[in-house]
């Protein structure tokens, strides 16, 4: 595999890694969001309503003590009578709603055993007002006697009930805070296999070109040294450094080639010189030999051209004495 196929793939897992991380991330994170926006908008409205119930049920004992207290004039034991009822029914409508939106069991009984109290709490009251109407002088007197102390247990279950609330918050926020470094801890250990996982493709390939270019170091230092063209780089990878190597090689096997053609030329030329220094030395050797011939033919060429000249002159010597004889046998006349 090429490096530059290595390296895109280290990009891609990289990209994908991230997005990876991310969609973890997102999912994770949106899924705490959504459950803390689910339960704490759930609980926030509990807590709120057993709130609420706590506020009427003030109101409702400040009414009785209005009452008792300024209840003697009809117009307005009237009025804070009225109030007293209005809460105590806003009280009893809120429980219903407050059973409703609450699914913990434990809670559910808590609010049937307030509003059991609650409800024995309104006879309780009504049983002190016959007896607050009774009365001839001193009415708040016997009608606080008559109540004394029956609201302390119905505010302490609904003081309870608010505290149960409130606890249940605090452990639903540390539940969610909990899942919240579960999804952190996922992402982190996510990324973290991630830039593990690329960081390992990065390390391998480093080394595989490390030892790539070592290996090619090698084989130079081995091919300088020895002089030995004919020995290949070896080639460990078929990326574009074993590419390169490849290339190398065959330069280097096509210069043994040429070196070894040249040295044969070489050869061939000194050879080819010796042979035209033998034929120099038997050319000059065959040309002093002809100048010898041709000297030597000068030579006889003049004797013979001296025996011609003597033979010519001593022809006609011989015709002289030829023709004297003649002459004197009278065969030839003589003519002067």
């Keep these: 595999m090429q490096i530059k196929q290595k390296l895109i793939i280290i990009n891609i897992g990289a990209l994908i890694g991230m997005l990876l991380v991310v969609a973890i991330a997102m999912v994770g994170y949106g899924s705490v969001l959504n459950k803390t926006i689910e339960s704490s908008q759930v609980t926030l409205k509990q807590i709120d309503k057993a709130r609420s119930i706590q506020v009427a049920f003030k109101k409702q004992v400040q009414e009785w003590k209005n009452i008792l207290l300024r209840g003697e004039k009809a117009e307005k034991y009237e009025k804070y009578f009225q109030n007293f009822t209005k809460q105590e029914e806003k009280i009893n409508q809120e429980l ?13 009984t808590m609010i049937d055993d307030f509003s059991a109290s609650h409800k024995t709490l309104g006879q309780q009251y009504r049983q002190g007002l016959v007896a607050y109407n009774s009365a001839s002088s001193e009415k708040y007197k016997v009608g606080d006697k008559a109540v004394d102390g029956i609201d302390r247990a119905p505010t302490d279950k609904l003081d309870a009930l608010v505290e149960v609330y409130q606890k249940e918050y605090t452990q639903m926020n540390d539940a969610l805070k909990l899942e919240a470094i579960k999804v952190k801890t996922l992402i982190w250990s996510a990324a973290l296999l991630i830039i593990g996982i690329l960081s390992g493709a990065i390390i391998m390939i480093t080394k595989s070109i490390v030892a ?125």
């Design 96 to 108: 219903e709603e407050l059973k409703l939106i609450t699914d913990n069991p434990k809670i559910v």
């Design 212 to 336: 790539s270019v070592k290996i090619a170091e090698e084989g130079c230092e081995v091919i300088v040294r020895t002089k030995e063209l004919n020995r290949p780089i070896p080639i460990i990878n078929n990326d574009e450094i074993g590419h390169v190597l490849g290339h190398v090689n065959k330069l280097i096997a096509e210069m043994g080639s040429a070196i070894i053609s040249s040295k044969k030329l070489a050869t061939e030329n000194a050879q080819i010189a010796s042979d035209l220094t033998d034929t120099s030395a038997l050319i000059s050797s065959n040309t002093h030999e002809i100048t010898s011939i041709i000297t030597r033919t000068n030579a006889s060429s003049k004797e013979v051209s001296l025996l011609l000249e003597s033979s010519r002159h001593q022809s006609k010597k011989q015709v002289i004495v030829s023709i004297m004889r003649m002459r004197k046998l009278k065969v030839l006349p003589m003519r002067y």
